[in-house]
């Protein structure tokens, strides 16, 4: 006498569709982890950008309102803050801005450069606004300084 035991197990056609469940889920899950990769590097790219406008913004305040005497000179593309004892230049490029002593990897779409109120094209200055590319465009910046009297003598 045979006894036929049977065994318990998963049929070919089960094994096979919890395969083809399982291909989907984890392709699923690659392509979340590509997008979730993605836009983690483009809010590090916003970040640095943010970090190297805010840094060319304290700069800028901390000389404009420390130099008595701003210049603009649109041929060389440089704005020179000065005082007798003291001077820096910023040297304007397409992709940075470099002074004497640091260098900032911001791209500038326009600058506006302004005296006593009035839009000048050279000279001296005593504000400037800025746009910058890769930012909103409401995002733009702002410096300015008071004259001393001593300006009109």
Known sequence: MKIYHKIKAFTLT???????????????AFSVLGIVQKNMRNIGKN??????????????????NTFPTAVWDP???????SSPIDERKYQFY???????????????KEKMFYFEGRLVQSGSIDAIKFTFHNTKESHRLFVFKYNDATIHF
């Open 94 to 108: 397409n992709d940075s801005v470099v002074t004497n002593i640091s260098k900032h990897a911001i791209s500038i």
């Open 14 to 28: 089960e094994v096979m569709v919890v395969m083809v469940i399982s291909a989907i889920v984890v392709g699923l």
């Open 75 to 81: 041929i060389e593309n440089t704005l020179m803050v």
């Open 47 to 64: 970040y640095q950008n943010q970090e190297q406008i805010q840094s060319f913004e304290t700069a800028l305040t901390i000389d404009f």
